[in-house]
């Protein structure tokens, strides 16, 4: 069982930056890749960013590239979401995402919410 605690969502203006946090307790030496998601209203859930624990490789979503940047701390099992540039379209719920050795289970923070003013 792994449980997920996301912080740093709130309010900017377009073009300013924020950093999302997510700190994973419990059985974390499973962990293969932490990411995170994003849900806007009436859009489907998209992939944002991901990272691969073993070797800090990354994956970015097309609309996120070169404005965001994951990193992970391992020995804190903290993953980070550097936003820069925001734009109004950022505007969603942020997951936490963690997968692993878990037997084909995903786990999921409660979601922290990202609001650009234009």
């Known amino acids: 069982q792994v449980h997920l605690v996301e912080s740093g969502g709130g309010l900017v203006q377009a073009g300013g930056s924020l950093r999302l946090a997510c700190v994973a307790s419990g059985r974390t030496s499973s962990i293969q890749y932490m990411g995170w998601f994003r849900q806007a209203p009436g859009k489907d859930h998209e992939a944002v960013a991901h990272?691969?624990?073993?070797?800090?490789?990354?994956y970015y979503g097309d609309s996120v590239k070169g404005r965001f940047a994951i990193s992970g701390d391992n020995a804190k099992n903290t993953v980070y979401l550097q936003m820069n540039s925001l734009k109004p379209e950022d505007t969603a719920l942020y997951y936490c995402?963690?997968?692993?050795?878990?037997?084909?289970?995903?786990?999921w923070g409660q979601g922290t919410q990202v609001t650009v003013s234009a």
């Open positions: 995402n963690l997968r692993g050795d878990y037997g084909g289970v995903g786990y």
């Open positions: 990272i691969k624990w073993s070797d800090n490789s990354t």
